[in-house]
């Protein structure tokens, strides 16, 4: 199994800001992912991030809006950009060799 | 992309009943997980199980991956098994190893 962590848990932010998340996992996984689920809503992928390359980011995500650092295999941040109200969401990370598992989320309100 | 559809979308029980919760698939599948998600928003595994039976407890899952679908059973339901369920599958591997969800069936069980 693997354990994941996400910081912050919850942030509320202005409009046009950003916010960088952090996403750590207790052991080395070789791909992470990151989602986004909008209220009352299913869990959309946003990008799956690779250690020492570029993520891969699904249609409608862009990396100038969601840039994703991968720098090892125990770690990752996911940053969303110039923040509208739209962007309102629970942002999570998953990863893990065959079982995928979850962090907390991070429950952003933008204003 | 592959679909997956789950059954039924809400579903309301009196404390001590039985339910079962059903996810069809598009396509083959190398991962299915069934997925927990907690009024606080944290998304419990619950099982891993491309095919075959499993047992946890009051809960069981059962996929029969030649006729893409599977089942989660509950069985004497308690008001802390209210909450969300979420199907996710997997048809890809390495870099295509994401999983796509379900919209997830809203359980309430009521004391």
């Known amino acids: 199994s693997a354990v994941i962590s996400q910081k912050p848990s919850r942030d509320i932010c202005q409009r046009g800001t950003s916010l960088t998340i952090q996403c750590q996992v207790d052991?080395?996984?070789?791909?992470m992912f990151w989602y986004r689920q909008q209220p009352g809503q299913s869990l959309t992928l946003i990008a799956t991030?690779?250690?020492?390359?570029?993520?891969?980011?699904e249609s409608g995500f862009v990396i100038d809006k969601f840039p994703i650092s991968r720098p090892n295999l125990t770690f990752s941040t996911l940053t969303v950009s110039n923040l509208s109200p739209e962007d309102s969401s629970i942002y999570l990370c998953?990863?893990?060799?065959?079982?995928?598992?979850f962090g907390p989320g991070t429950r952003l309100t933008v204003l | 992309g592959i679909q997956v559809e789950q059954s039924p979308p809400d579903l309301i029980l009196q404390e001590g009943a039985n339910s079962t919760l059903r996810c069809n698939f598009s396509?083959?599948?190398?991962?299915l997980q069934w997925f927990h998600q907690n009024p606080w928003g944290q998304l419990i595994n619950l099982f891993y199980?491309?095919?075959g039976t499993k047992q946890n407890g009051r809960l069981s899952a059962t996929t029969v991956a030649t006729e893409r679908y599977s089942l989660l059973y509950i069985s004497s339901s308690q008001t802390t098994d209210s909450g969300v369920y979420f199907c996710?599958?997997?048809?890809?591997?390495?870099?295509?190893?994401?999983?796509?969800f379900g919209k997830g069936i809203t359980l309430s069980v009521r004391p």
């Open positions: 052991s080395q996984v070789t791909m």
């Open positions: 991030a690779n250690q020492g390359s570029e993520a891969t980011y």
């Open positions: 199980i491309p095919s």
């Open positions: 998953s990863g893990g060799p065959d079982t995928q598992y």
């Open positions: 996710a599958v997997r048809d890809g591997t390495g870099a295509n190893s994401k999983l796509t």
């Open positions: 396509d083959s599948v190398n991962n």
